[in-house]
Nanobody, 115 residues
Framework: QVQLVESGGGLVQPGGSLRLSCAAS????????MDWYREAPGKQREMVAL???????NYADSVKGRFTISRDNAKNTVTLQMNSLKPEDTAVYYC?????????WGKGTPVTVSA
């Protein structure tokens, strides 16, 4: 199995930046895709950004141009750089990994964008 631990969430003012990290352990070599999801109060969990083993990335329309996902295979981490944050980005952010037809979730890290 794969274990995921997120960090880096917190309170930030609109227009500010945060950097989320996801540390992976376990069957790391089997991971072929990692994603960041978020779940806002009263809303369904949605995919924010993904990165494949080949380095391909994709983003939700709502974060394109503001968020960047990257992967450091040597450190077994995936990072989500979030810039120009808006109040509607407020949510719990979850790291997700897909491997061998299975998947794992982290416990999430909260992000609050408020003045």
């Amino acid at each position: 199995q794969v274990q995921l631990v997120e960090s880096g969430g917190g309170l930030v003012q609109p227009g500010g930046s945060l950097r989320l990290s996801c540390a992976a352990s376990g069957m790391i070599s089997s991971i072929h895709r990692m994603d960041w999801y978020r779940e806002a109060p009263g809303k369904q969990r949605e995919m924010v950004a993904l990165i494949t083993n080949e380095g391909s990335t994709n983003y939700a329309d709502s974060v394109k141009g503001r968020f960047t996902i990257s992967r450091d295979n040597a450190k077994n981490t995936v990072t989500l750089q979030m810039n120009s944050l808006k109040p509607e980005d407020t949510a719990v952010y979850y790291c997700h990994a897909t491997y061998y037809g299975m998947d794992s979730w982290g416990k999430g890290t909260p992000v609050t964008v408020s003045a």
